[in-house]
């Protein structure tokens, strides 16, 4: 499978290298250059497989022959061996037609972790087989680094330091991420914001000198390798409720769009998808974008659903690319637009199709508070916020009640322990793997928020260059 960017103008990669690069040079982001199909037959076939096995069959078309059939089967098993739960991404039932996608069996207890296990074990490959050696810089605001650090700990490939605004991720987050005390593995309190955080890294990507010295790489949600991963738990959702005779509809909470693309993804190759549902919570750019035509970011307002705390949804530009079929001019206008004033139009025919691809609705703080509250009445289950505005919107999209409808629960309620607790006067206790969680010995350092400081650390303690 060859890659290509989605303004047009970078080189065609290979899957190794669309996967190591990231960002494409000219701005844009990697897209397969076609979507693989699959047949009605080719699901049918897939009945009664385990997730591993469904795994191997979605993302082979994707890599093609740049990795050994063996090699990719010995990789999907290392990386869901260690998951809570032998189905790695179960269903559950909440009421007559509704069912929970559980993506918050890994690690660290959110759905980064089912991407993340995988993307380190492909980068970890690919880099042992040219002899290099990275470095990986990131920001996280909670989920994504402490998943990036779990999967990437004690690899000799690549060296990992994760910036987090000091004092502002909750102690769970903190601690999945600081009590990790391998060799490779750095955790950076900074003093300062997430933002603040964002823009050191970003500061680093874009100082090209240091960029190349300690070969910086990311795995942020523009990575295809996680976009790829996702699309395997909407095919095993799906052919657990009846599929490929029988559609089935997905809610998704969405920030950077990557989950809900993989879903888009899983439509494109033929799994019969009634409905994909964006649910946002008061960060409502999506939303707003399907009912108006218009993107336009605003201000971030924190909410109990942290992780959708956005207002640039950085993979919403592969779906742009297809909605312009594929004119890479087309997509980079828009973007240089949304660079300069902040915002661009989609256009009648982009909003039409988008709007005929995807409902979406938001959930305000009160309506998620309320949706958790309610579902602990009616199955004493307890949910977290970003589940909750998936729930939400479920229920104000859903358009045909004999059609199953998948909202994907992305974290575990113990991740997110106090809305939690304040909405249903319940603790979510974390699983027995991690009980420990809170005595366990914490290592990290704390910087200013200051570019050079942070460029310095990295410096002193990247393997890169002393291979
Ligand atoms: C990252 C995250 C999301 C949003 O996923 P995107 O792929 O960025 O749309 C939703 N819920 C949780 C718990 C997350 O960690």
């Known amino acids: 499978m060859k890659y290509v960017s989605t303004r047009g103008k970078a080189p065609e990669l290979g899957f190794e290298d669309a996967l190591l690069t990231g960002l494409a040079r000219d701005g844009g982001l990697y897209v397969p250059a076609k979507w693989p199909r699959f047949s009605q037959g080719d699901f049918d076939a897939l009945a009664g497989a385990t997730y591993e096995e469904t795994a191997f069959v979605v993302m082979k078309p994707f890599i093609g022959d740049a990795i050994a059939d063996g090699d990719l089967k010995a990789m999907i098993e290392a990386a869901y061996a260690s998951f809570g739960h032998k189905a790695v991404a179960p269903l559950s039932q909440t ?3 509704t069912w929970l996608l559980e993506l918050y069996h890994g690690p660290t207890l959110a759905f980064k972790d089912v991407a993340m296990q995988i993307l380190a074990r492909l980068f970890d490959h690919a880099l042992a087989k ?137 439509r494109q190759m033929g799994l019969p998808i009634h409905q994909l549902i964006i649910a946002t919570n008061q960060n409502d750019i999506l939303a707003r974008t399907l009912e108006t035509g218009r ?30 079929e594929r004119d890479g001019e087309a997509v980079s206008a828009r973007m240089n637009s949304l660079a300069q004033s902040g915002g661009f139009e989609l256009g009648d025919e982009a909003f039409k199709k988008a709007r005929a691809l995807f409902a979406a609705a938001r959930a305000s703080e009160e309506e998620t508070a309320e949706t958790i509250a309610r579902l602990f009445k009616e199955t004493g289950r307890l949910i977290d916020p970003h589940t909750a505005v998936g729930i939400k919107a479920a229920e104000e999209c859903g358009a045909d009640k004999t059609v199953p409808m998948v909202t994907l629960s992305t974290a575990h309620p113990a991740k997110f322990p106090a809305p939690v607790e304040k909405v249903t006067g319940e603790h979510a206790a974390l699983p027995a793997r991690m009980a420990d969680l809170f005595e366990r010995e914490e290592r990290l350092d704390t910087l200013p928020n200051d570019v050079k400081a942070v460029a310095d650390f990295i410096r002193a303690r990247a393997r890169t260059g002393n291979t």
């Open 95 to 97: 009421g007559p037609n």
């Open 130 to 266: 040219r002899g290099e050696r990275i470095t990986i810089v990131g920001a996280t605001s909670g989920d994504t680094g402490s998943a990036a650090i779990e999967a990437f700990k004690g690899r000799e490939t690549s060296d990992i330091f994760i910036l987090h605004p000091k004092g502002r991720v909750s102690d769970v987050q903190r601690r999945q991420m600081t009590t990790v005390l391998d060799a490779n593995v750095h955790n950076i309190a900074i003093e300062g914001s997430f933002d603040d955080c964002q823009a050191l890294v970003k500061a680093l990507f874009n100082d090209h000198g240091f960029r190349d010295e300690i070969r910086l790489a990311g795995v942020n949600s523009i990575n295809w390798g996680r976009v790829m991963a996702q699309i395997v738990y909407y095919v095993t959702a799906a052919l657990s409720l009846g599929a490929p005779q029988r559609k089935v509809a997905f809610s998704v909470p969405t920030g950077n769009f990557g989950d809900i693309f993989a879903g888009y993804v899983a």
């Open 295 to 324: 993107y336009e970011t605003g201000k971030v307002v924190p909410s109990m659903s942290p992780s959708m705390d956005i207002q640039v949804s950085s993979n919403f530009e592969r779906l742009l690319f297809d909605l312009y």
